[in-house]
């Protein structure tokens, strides 16, 4: 299976920060990724899909990079709704799996 | 619009069976693929099961051979059958949909199922 993994774990940053999550397979998923937001009791929420595709409804300043192996998800400004934990999800050759999520708190 | 609604959830001994059910409201359960991702307490995401629209189906290693995902098409409903269940298995369950680029665009409320003695 391939593995995804996420870095930071845990990111603390303030409001108006650049902030941006690293998402790297552990072999070629070429643009099949997406990131998701979750918080606290509630369902995860799309944000991007194939790997840089505003999903309908997200703000502008959640944008995703990236091909092959190595992925990024960008907030180009924090607003406080935006505290929360980020999961990748990968799918290639019928395989489906999560990154370990980042936390993103307040500093 | 499109809505899923999980059911089923509860406590149950380990060994025991639980089957979660998702009514799917505002599009065929038939013509979708659909999965199973589950969220034990305090943890990230794992998918556990997926069914194509063709009918194939997909597990995790975790519950290959004690789980099985299957959908009713005139109830529009997505199943997952838990049988042999561990205290492992404790946690959230969540109906979701697939989209055409292979993403998770609408997800059900989630069910909680606790496997404890």
């Known amino acids: 299976d391939i593995q995804m993994t996420q870095s930071p774990s845990t990111l603390s940053a303030s409001v108006g920060d650049r902030v941006t999550i690293t998402c790297r397979a552990s072999q070629s998923i070429s643009t099949w990724l997406a990131w998701y937001q979750q918080k606290p009791g509630k369902a995860p929420k799309l944000l991007i899909y194939?790997?840089?595709n505003l999903e309908s409804g997200v703000p502008s300043r959640f944008s995703g990079s990236g091909s092959g192996t190595e992925f990024t998800l960008t907030i180009s400004s924090l607003q406080p709704d935006d505290f929360a934990t980020y999961y990748c999800?990968?799918?290639?050759?019928?395989?489906?799996?999560f990154g370990q999520g980042t936390k993103v708190e307040i500093k | 619009e499109v809505q899923l609604v999980e059911s089923g959830g509860g406590l149950v001994q380990p060994g025991g069976s639980l089957r979660l059910s998702c009514a799917a409201s505002g599009f065929n359960v038939s013509g979708n693929f659909m999965s199973w991702v589950r969220q034990a307490p305090g943890k990230g995401l794992e998918s556990v099961s997926l069914i194509y629209s063709g009918g194939s189906t997909y597990y995790a290693d975790s519950v290959k051979g004690r789980f099985t995902i299957s959908r009713h098409n005139s109830k529009n409903t997505l199943y997952l059958q838990m049988n042999s269940l561990r205290t492992e298995d404790t946690a959230v369950y969540y109906c979701?949909?697939?989209?055409?680029?292979?993403?998770?665009?609408?997800w059900g409320q989630g069910t909680l199922v606790t496997v404890s003695s």
């Open positions: 194939k790997a840089s």
């Open positions: 979701a949909r697939y989209s055409g680029s292979y993403s998770l665009n609408y």
């Open positions: 999800q990968q799918y290639s050759s019928f395989s489906w799996t």
